[in-house]
């Protein structure tokens, strides 16, 4: 029974350790992809993956060879790991916590705007070098490809994602048949050429940041999931670490507490018993 924590905690730091190979699998992937313009991810899940692969590796190897001193490394790692994560969490939230589309009428999709969106997420699409390179992505995975074919009742009957809802038309607001009155300035940024539509739009960055939102969300809600396993898998590594110090004492039942009363008398009688005994045997 005094071993049970120690195989437990090997065997989930095992499971740990071969699930983080597919999430740093997954954020490389994102990284070098064409097909996905997710890079609010990418950093995000490589420290989360790479973290979580070192912490269960330290932990295995603490648990299976009973190595107190890789147990305390671990502990102070996971404690780090799960303060991190809850930081990251409550971050994630708060970020994400304004933004949405808003509704058209008559229509299924719905219309991004910037100024719903954080300050922070805002800062990151306005900077000129992040969006160039946000910009290329779209365009790479041709996002807007079957968008430009529509047919007015296409544009009524069917649905769009937020990127493409903001990207590849214009905002549905826009009157182009009376020039003279004032509308959006998006309304002018559009351009019907498949190399421009309305890429340098206010409404195609916000349609980036509510994809990343939700995104976001989702990673935020796995976070909690994964706080509360974490947490239990903790406790059960501190039950192997104090099992660990038990064995490295050569004592049965744990270090002698009453070194004032009398320093560890009983210990050094039962040692000395048992070598006298393999010395007559």
């Known amino acids: 029974m005094s071993r049970f ?4 905690i090997g065997l989930l730091n ?8 597919p999430i740093i699998g997954g ?8 097909a996905t313009c997710a890079t609010f991810l990418q950093t995000p899940l490589l420290i989360i993956g790479f973290v979580i ?3 269960s590796l330290v932990g295995f190897i603490g648990a299976c060879f009973h190595l107190a001193w890789a147990l305390w490394v671990y502990l102070v790692a996971m404690l780090l790991l799960i303060a991190a994560l809850m930081g990251l969490t409550i971050f994630g939230f708060i970020v994400t916590g304004a933004g949405g589309g808003s509704t058209v009428s008559g229509r299924l999709y719905n219309e991004y705007h910037l100024g719903d969106y954080s300050p922070w997420l805002r800062k990151r699409v306005e900077d000129p070098k992040y969006w160039i390179t946000i910009r290329s992505c779209i365009l790479g995975s041709k996002t807007c490809k079957d968008i430009v074919m529509w047919s007015p009742v296409d544009y009524l009957t069917r649905d769009m994602s937020p990127v493409q809802s903001g990207c590849c038309k214009p905002p549905s607001e826009c009157n182009y048949e009376m020039s003279m009155m004032a509308q959006d300035v998006d309304c002018y940024k559009w351009n019907s050429d498949p190399r421009m ?3 340098e739009c206010d409404s195609c960055k916000a349609g980036v940041l509510e994809d990343a939102r939700r995104d976001w969300r989702k990673l935020s809600i796995l976070n909690v999931i994964m706080i509360l396993v974490l947490i239990g898998v903790y406790c ?5 670490f104090r099992n660990t110090r038990r064995a490295e004492t050569d004592y049965p039942y744990g270090e002698n507490r009453m070194s004032k009363v009398g320093p560890r ?3 050094f009688w039962w040692r000395w018993w048992h070598e006298r005994r393999r010395q007559l045997y």
Do not use: E, K, P, Q
């Not at 740990?16 to 190979?21: K, M, N, Q, R, W």
């Not at 059960?236 to 192997?240: E, F, K, L, S, T």
């Open 27 to 34: 954020a490389l992937w994102i990284a070098r992809s064409s």
């Open 14 to 21: 095992l499971f740990t350790l071969l699930a983080s190979i």
């Open 197 to 199: 539509l309305c890429y």
């Open 236 to 240: 059960i590594g501190c039950c192997a």
């Open 53 to 55: 692969l070192i912490v």
């Open 5 to 8: 924590s120690n195989t437990v």
């Open 265 to 267: 008398w009983d210990f």
